[in-house]
């Protein structure tokens, strides 16, 4: 079973909106158990262990530097500014075996290229290995719109990490 944890001191349930993205892009695999997708608001929540991902959004981000806290997981998705700014000591507060970053900055592994209500094009910066062991190459995907930036990108990178086909929409 693959753990997905997501830190969100926000409102957008960012968790929901994965979960909704597996139900749409997924063949059955959250009926099969496969992977346990659980939201907490602070990095004080959560327990010993090491989930294979856990996605920290823009707001927990913003949080997560004054924490004391020491969390190890398999795949840390966040936003490229929190790893980027070495005041906040990342290194200190999380072990990671990988980490991809996301945000709007050409330096960052997911990115958006172009963005409008209806639909964005995603650009995949670097090549990244999925839990299920593919690998994906640099791409531009096109997705569906509708939310923040930062919002949009945390699904969408989560869900691409946990190897879904996330495009439905047709260039």
């Known amino acids: 079973m693959t753990e997905l944890i997501v830190i969100d001191t926000g409102c957008e349930d960012i968790a929901g909106k994965i979960a909704s993205g597996l139900s749409e892009y997924g063949e059955g695999f959250l009926s099969c158990g496969d992977i346990l997708i659980r939201s907490i608001s602070t990095l004080k929540e959560m327990t010993a262990g090491k989930p294979d991902i856990l996605v920290l959004t823009e707001d927990a981000a913003k949080s997560a530097q004054e924490s004391t806290v020491h969390i190890c997981c398999g795949i840390l998705l966040l936003p490229g500014d929190y ?3 070495d005041s906040k000591a990342d290194t200190d507060i999380f072990d990671a075996d990988c980490i991809v970053t996301y945000g709007m900055s050409p330096k960052n592994t997911i990115t958006l290229s172009s963005i409008s209500e209806e639909s964005c094009v995603l650009a995949l910066q670097r090549e990244l290995i999925t839990t299920n062991g593919n690998m994906l190459e640099r791409q531009e995907i096109k997705v569906k719109g509708g939310l ?3 919002s949009l990108l945390a699904v969408a990178g989560a869900l691409l990490i946990l ?3 996330i495009s439905d929409i047709n260039p």
Do not use: L, T
Request: hydrophobic letters at 20%; proline letters at 11%; glycine letters at 22%.
């Open 83 to 85: 790893a980027a700014d």
């Open 148 to 150: 923040r930036p930062g």
């Open 163 to 165: 190897g879904q086909k």
